[in-house]
């Protein structure tokens, strides 16, 4: 059985120390646990028109190995799709999906495809594909997959290879993504890329993949290595992502890539992460940035930070300011300290008040998880510039889930929707709802 693979296990030193924070006087509810036909939720939930909710499980299915689902307000969950140990259309989807305009879904698998070149991911076996699911004609059944891409085509994953995150769209229809192994000149087959796949001309053909950026392309990888986040757009084009690894200090980057004239890419790192002593400024960036409406980006790193709850830290929430020289600098706005959470591994969304949202892996209570079964978080503006966070602590209630990975999504009223990998009635992770 895949399972995911990081850099470090958070271990407590103590899950008893205190930090600035209040307990969050919410309404929780399970809206779905799986564990039947579908088994750890992986992504983040994006909706439709109607209000149906789509995401993927890491694991279920067909032989275990993945599936996409949808949860509807009105008539439950709806298994869209379930991947298959055999055949080529991909195994253990993970990150996020997107529709286009005619309600198409498309999305990434770490593993499956045609090619089997090994890819260096410590998994084994083949590299990964981009998919696209369509509905049913009767708007009823499992839905068509067509893989538009699988990864390690070329030799030595020149394309890259075992998509980590899902993919986004440009205003022409084309897909922009990253892997987490592989890429052009890549000695080991380890330094990651961010690809583009466009669909073919007419709608006829095959879509064709080209590699925008390599890393590791600089000695001793100061431009980052191994993106496991996903990208966002600015209003220029310019993309903007994370790496776990690379940089000046070999912890991890922030980085632009901005096309050039003519033809091609160039890449900038923002932000060096682990800059500061003791790396109180965070390391190990996991999840993608997220933009506010004055351009500042805002992340997390699941290790580093001023508290000593573990070996390497437990991680932080930041925020990079573009200042009038054009260099980012960072600020800490939170680090976690045990008990309000740990290892944060998904990003942050933001609402229209400036409030930040995110989730912990590890730390809050103990029970579903030997280091803390997870939180939700929320920060909100302070006086004179600080932060209030409230916690919502996992295992506080029976059945309430653990574990989360990916970020919540808010809705226009204030409802926060989000998954777990662990907890419920069968421990194969839930969908919840918290009413603040």
């Known amino acids: 059985m895949r399972t995911k693979k990081f850099s470090h296990v958070i271990r407590f030193y103590l899950l008893t120390f205190v ?3 209040s307990a969050w006087a919410t309404s929780y509810k399970v809206l779905y646990s799986f564990g039947r036909t579908s088994i750890q939720p992986s992504s983040d939930l994006i909706t439709d028109a109607h ?11 067909h032989n275990n190995a993945g599936s996409v689902y949808e949860l509807s307000p009105t008539t439950g969950y709806h298994l869209l799709y379930p991947f298959a140990l055999t055949g080529l259309g991909g195994q253990y989807p993970q990150g996020s999906l997107v529709f286009d305009s005619a309600g198409n879904l498309y999305g990434t698998t770490v593993a499956g495809g045609r090619n089997e070149q090994g890819c260096n991911n410590g998994q084994g076996g083949s590299c990964g594909v981009v998919y696209e699911l369509s509905p049913p004609s009767n708007g009823e059944g499992v839905w068509t997959e067509t893989v538009l891409y699988s990864f ?10 075992n998509p980590e ?20 000149n890549c000695p080991s087959t380890v330094c990651g890329a961010v690809i583009k796949l466009s669909p073919p001309l007419n709608g006829v053909g095959q879509w064709t993949e080209s590699v925008l950026y390599t890393f590791c392309s ?20 310019n993309l903007y992502g994370t790496t776990t690894e690379g940089g000046t200090a070999a912890s991890g980057t922030a980085f632009e890539l901005s096309s050039v004239s003519g033809g091609g890419w160039t890449e900038t790192v923002l932000y060096n992460f682990c800059s500061q002593p003791s790396c109180s400024d965070g390391f190990t960036p996991y ?15 699941t290790e580093g930070g001023n508290f000593s709850c573990s070996a390497v830290g437990c991680g932080v929430v930041f925020e990079l300011t573009l200042g009038s020289a054009e260099a980012w600098s960072e600020k800490v706005l939170h680090t976690f300290g045990g008990l309000d959470g740990a290892a944060p591994y998904a990003g942050v969304v933001l609402d229209t008040a400036g409030n930040i949202y995110g989730t ?31 916690v919502f602590r996992f295992y506080s209630e029976q059945g309430s889930g653990c574990s989360p990975m990916a970020p919540p999504t808010v809705d ?5 929707y989000g998954t777990t990998n662990f907890g419920g009635n069968d421990n194969g992770g839930v969908v919840f709802r918290i009413t603040q």
């Open 19 to 21: 930090v600035s924070t």
């Open 51 to 61: 209000g149906n909710a789509y995401g993927t499980t890491l694991f279920g299915g």
């Open 152 to 161: 390690c085509s070329q030799t030595n994953c020149a394309d890259g290879a």
């Open 165 to 184: 995150s899902g993919m986004i769209f440009d205003s022409a229809g084309n897909l922009y993504g990253t892997t987490y192994v592989g890429g052009n």
């Open 218 to 237: 600089q000695p001793n990888c100061t431009d980052g290595q191994r993106p496991y986040g996903g990208l966002i757009f600015d209003d220029a084009g």
């Open 287 to 301: 999840a993608g940035l997220t933009f506010d409406s004055s351009g500042n980006l805002y992340g997390t790193t």
């Open 360 to 390: 912990t892996y590890q730390g809050g209570l103990q029970g579903c998880g030997r280091f803390g079964s997870g939180t939700v978080f929320k920060l909100a503006p302070g006086t004179g510039g600080g932060w209030n966070e409230m």
């Open 412 to 416: 226009t009223t204030g409802n926060i």
